[in-house]
């Protein structure tokens, strides 16, 4: 297959690209490579094109249960944590899989074709770890699937949260999760993170963990990560989730934190759509914005990626699986809106996103696998505000998603 008139991100050279076998086998400028007269061709005349999305923080458990049992009424992560700890226990493995099939194929419609679920093991029976591990194999050849054994309600207070951690990774869960926020007492939430630590290097396995997700600028377990990134030397494996509490620091703490965090080679994962829905909820006027400080942290050379957090499940009753609604808000809430941002920003939810992964085989390039995204659009800051849509979505060298572009006309 050839695609002819291909802009790369924001490049403004076209270029032919030549497809065999599944892979980006050659990369030229346009013009230079000939039609052979039994090739696929498609011409993009210009438009852009990119490697598939990637949602780096997402909860494909719950997605799909807003609702159930009823409506997070206050709108805080604690009555959504409270809500789906009573949605958990009607989950069965149909019902997990049937719902988390079905955002994914949202996904793909939307470009999205990598995908870190953290997945709920504060359960006895696994049941969503079970039913997600079976759902990966399944769609392997539609969509990346890494797994997060994620502690919801706690690995130390939690019954038995160390052992279910264990377990999970024994199953194959791909990545070690933690929430220290969440648990008990400080010393609670330092000790899971010193566990984590320790699964990780036991598994040889990732670690993201869920990490001052709150409004009490007290939080400050990012610091201990950080510091456990820096001496283990294997930062670039470990992100730390949503640190909202950053956005309540005092300044001579961030500056003492952003030391070690620049040191430390971890990522982080912002989710500006959820969070700015979710925090703030304890203030009176005025408010808190409740996001990490993603322009400083962008500016100190750490890495940051956008998730979308949840789709429409008891912590946000919104979302279509589209990461471009993450990208917009995130730009707003950030105030990145110098047009070079804007230009730049399609980097939270694809290069930023595939080091937070450690994604091997991701991007154009000749040899990579070819899969790719194309949009309706010259350049991301039209695709960005003019909602166009994702023409073709193909992994691997296999188209998997095609939309066309909607036509309005207008009588006047
Ligand atoms: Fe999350």
Redesign the pocket.
Known sequence: MIIKNAQIGNDTEKVDIVIQDGKFKSIKPAGTVEDPADSNVLNLDGKMILPPFIES???LDATRTAGEPHWNMSGTLFEGIATWAERKESLTKKDVMDRARETIRHQAKNGVGFVRT?VDVTDPKLTALDALLELKEELKDIVTLQIVA?PQEGILSFPHGKELMEKAMELGADVVGAIPHFEFTREYGVESLNYAVELAEKYDALLDA?CD?IDDEQSRFVETLATRAYESGHGERMTA??TTAMGSYNGAYASRLFNVLTKSHLNIVS?PL?NIHLQGRFDDYPKRRGLTRVKELVAAGVNVAF?H??IFDP?YPLGDGNMRDVVHMGLHVAQMMGYPEIQESYRFITDNAAQVLQLTDYGIAEGNSASFIVLDAPDWYTALNEKREVLYHFEQGRLIAETKPHETTLHF
Do not use: A, I, Y
Request: hydrophobic content about 25%.
């Open positions: 923080h997402v909860h953290h994620f869920h997700e989730s949503h989710n959820v998730g957090d949840d912590w």
